[in-house]
């Protein structure tokens, strides 16, 4: 499926970030440099429909917790998903192609992702909608790579360098990037600080308001 877009290069990196951590910060940024990405945009989902509600703090912690990580890079904190309305990541891209016709997107995703990307609804047209590069991250790459969706996905394998081209821009094509481990994750914070949403919401409060990266909306949830 062939995109004709000549827009800026943006990867979409999707998650709860319950909290965001140094470990989101630091894949994008490979990614970005690997791929020559123009920007990266965190999708903070309003909610995981393969996460358990319990423990999830509110979208306007996440949000919070996204654009600290985000400071200072080209890393932009969205909660553009409440906006659309969309709570599966085939309809949200399909909204955001909509949105931005002259973007072009590279979907990131974890290998832990990978592993069980076919239990995602309607993932092969995820695949079909944009390029996807995949992280390795330490302890998921063999059931990711002998996952059903790698199966399937195995045959539109492709070059790192394929998506600095804009005239081979397809999809489906999927990219495998390897980095250096990072250990960091997000049940680790919590476990460590159990009420880093409560403190997140103090200072936001305190604060007046936040602002989305991507539509400069204010995020509700908090005072204005």
């Known amino acids: 499926m062939s995109h004709r877009r000549v827009g800026p290069v943006t990867g979409l ?41 319990a423990g999830m703090a ?19 904190a969205t909660a553009i998903e409440r906006e659309l309305g969309t709570r599966y990541t085939v309809d949200s ?13 590279v979907w990131l995703m974890g290998a832990d992702n990978l592993a069980q990307f076919h239990q995602w609804k309607d993932w092969r047209a995820i695949a079909r909608l944009m390029p996807i590069a995949v992280i390795a991250r330490p302890g998921y790459d063999g059931s ?26 397809s999809a489906p094509a999927l990219v495998t990037l390897r980095f250096d481990p990072d250990e960091r994750s997000a049940t680790a914070i919590r476990q460590a ?7 997140s ?14 539509t400069h909306h204010r995020i509700p949830g908090h005072a204005a």
Do not use: C
């Open 193 to 199: 600080d159990p009420e880093w949403d409560r403190k």
């Open 13 to 53: 990196l999707g998650g709860s970030f319950n909290p965001a951590h140094g470990g989101h910060r630091r894949i994008s940024l490979f990614a970005a440099e690997a791929l020559g990405l123009d920007e990266v945009w965190w999708l903070v989902s309003p909610g995981n429909p393969l996460k358990p509600k």
């Open 144 to 169: 990711a790579f002998a996952s059903p969706a790698m199966a399937w996905l195995g045959r539109f394998r492709r070059p790192q360098h394929s998506l600095r081209s804009p005239e081979r821009w």
């Open 93 to 105: 891209l399909r909204a955001l192609l909509r949105r931005y016709p002259r973007r072009r997107f």
């Open 201 to 214: 919401m103090e200072r936001l409060s305190r604060a007046g308001f936040l602002r989305d990266g991507v």
């Open 58 to 76: 509110p979208l306007a912690a996440r949000v919070a917790s996204a654009a600290k990580q985000a400071r200072r890079t080209r890393i932009r």
